[in-house]
C-alpha cells in the first residue's frame, strides 16, 4: 500500500478560463466528475466545487465562475461522466444546468456488480484496486468559504485521479462478466434527478396512514404547502416545520398561533412561517377526488412471506457472486410485493406496468420472476 502523494491541478476561477477548458472536453471520450457542496440549512446542495479529470490532468472549478451559460455548456456535454456513489452529485448537476445529457458510470455501482461491497467508498475502492492510501482529512470543510487553502483543493483534486482508470478497469471486468449493460441499466436508473413533488410529500410519512380521509387530505395540503415554502426560501423542510410536526397539527386540531408554540416548534419557525400555515388551514378545501392512500405497514403474516422473498434473492445473489442489496433491496421486495397485489385487485392491469424501470431491466430475469412465483405462491395459502 502506497501513500498518495500530491496531486496536481489547475484551479478554474475566472469565465475566461471555464471557456478555455470547456472547448477541450469535446475532444475527450469520457471525463471523471465529482463535486463538494454543503447541505445544512438548505433545501437543495449549495455547489462549492467542481473536480473534473480531462485526460489525466484534474481541474477544479469554482462554481461561482460558471456565469452566462458556462454552467449549461459545461454540463451539457454529451459524454460519459465517470462518478462514484454519483446519485447526490446528480442533484448539483441539474441545479447547476438541468439540460443534463451524460451517460454515467458510477464507480461504486459497477463494483456491485463485480461482487463487492455493494456501498463501498471512494477511499476503500482505491486502495484495494490502485493499492493506494488517500487521506479523508477535509471531510468536513466548509468549500463555500473562500480562499479554498491548498490542501484542500489537493484533497478534493484526488477525489477525480483514479476514478477514470478504475472505470476501465471495471469496464473490462463487466464485460468479460456479461455485465457492461446492466451496469449502464442501473445507472439511467438511479442516477436520473427526481424533481421534488411537494404534492405527493405526505405520502413519504411514515404515520400518514393512521388519518383518515378528511385530516389526510389536509395534512397533504400542508406539507405541500410547507414544501413550496422551503423551495421558496431554499431552506431544509425541518427549518420550516418538519412533517411530525404538522402531523401534530392535524391529529390535534391546532388552530391557533400559541399551539404551534406548544407543538415545540421553533419560536424562529412560527414567527416567519406560523401567519402561513395558519391560513392553510383556515382555507383548507377537500376535494371530492379521494387522495392516494398510503401504504400502511406490512402485516406479520406479510413481513413472513417477504422472508421467504429474501431467500430467493439471497440464491440469486449466490448465483451471481453479489451481494443480495445489489439483487434487489428490502425495499424493492416491498415494491414488488405491493405491485403484485395492486394488480390482482384491478383487472386488465398488468404487473410489469406497475414496477419501477429498475425491476424491469436484468434483474426481471434473474431475480423477479422467481420471486413473483414465491409471491404469488405464498398468496395462495394465506
Not at 447526490?88 to 438541468?98: N, T
Amino acid at each position: 500500500m502506497t501513500q498518495s502523494v500530491g496531486v496536481n491541478y489547475q484551479l478554474i476561477s475566472t469565465a475566461q478560463e471555464a471557456v478555455a477548458l470547456i472547448s477541450r472536453i469535446p475532444e475527450v471520450a469520457s471525463m471523471a466528475i465529482d463535486t463538494e457542496f454543503v447541505r445544512v440549512r438548505t433545501f437543495f446542495p449549495l455547489p462549492g466545487l467542481v473536480q473534473l479529470q480531462l485526460d489525466n490532468q484534474q481541474f477544479l472549478i469554482l462554481p461561482e465562475c460558471l456565469t452566462d451559460g458556462l454552467a449549461t455548456a459545461l454540463l451539457s456535454q454529451p459524454k460519459e461522466w465517470v462518478v462514484h456513489a454519483g446519485f447526490e452529485d446528480v442533484e448539483v448537476f441539474y441545479d447547476l444546468a438541468p439540460e443534463l445529457s451524460p451517460v454515467f458510470f458510477d464507480t461504486q455501482i459497477a463494483g456491485g456488480l463485480l461482487g463487492m461491497k455493494p456501498a463501498m467508498s471512494l477511499q476503500a475502492l482505491v486502495e484495494q484496486e490502485m493499492q493506494v492510501h488517500i487521506e479523508k482529512n477535509h471531510a468536513r470543510t466548509d468549500w463555500l468559504k473562500r480562499p479554498l487553502q491548498p490542501d484542500e483543493l489537493a484533497y478534493a483534486a484526488e477525489d477525480v485521479v483514479y476514478l477514470g482508470q478504475i472505470a476501465e478497469r471495471f469496464k473490462t471486468r463487466l464485460a468479460e462478466h456479461g455485465r457492461l449493460e446492466w451496469l449502464y441499466e442501473d445507472c439511467r436508473c438511479l442516477l436520473t434527478y427526481q424533481p421534488p413533488e411537494p404534492e405527493q410529500r405526505y405520502l413519504s410519512f411514515g404515520d400518514a396512514w393512521r388519518l383518515n380521509d378528511r385530516d389526510l387530505a389536509l395534512f397533504a395540503q400542508l406539507t405541500r404547502w410547507r414544501d413550496e415554502t422551503a423551495i421558496e426560501n431554499n431552506l431544509a423542510r425541518n427549518f420550516v416545520i418538519s412533517d411530525r410536526q404538522l402531523f401534530s397539527v392535524v391529529q390535534q386540531g391546532i388552530r391557533h398561533r400559541k399551539g404551534l408554540f406548544d407543538l415545540g416548534i421553533h419560536p424562529k419557525s412560527v414567527r416567519q412561517f406560523g401567519q402561513g400555515l395558519l391560513e392553510q388551514l383556515e382555507a383548507v378545501q377537500y376535494d371530492s377526488q379521494p387522495l392516494i392512500r398510503p401504504d400502511q405497514p406490512l402485516s406479520k403474516a406479510e413481513q413472513k412471506l417477504l422472508s421467504t422473498v429474501k431467500k430467493q434473492v439471497v440464491r440469486s445473489a449466490n448465483e451471481l457472486s453479489v451481494d443480495p442489496q445489489v439483487v434487489m433491496s428490502k425495499r424493492y421486495s416491498v415494491v414488488l410485493y405491493r405491485a403484485i397485489i395492486k394488480a390482482q385487485a384491478e383487472k386488465g392491469v398488468v404487473l410489469e406496468e406497475l414496477l419501477p424501470e429498475y425491476l424491469l431491466g436484468w434483474r426481471f430475469d434473474q431475480v423477479v420472476k422467481p420471486c413473483v412465483s414465491i409471491i404469488k405462491q405464498e398468496l395462495e395459502s394465506l
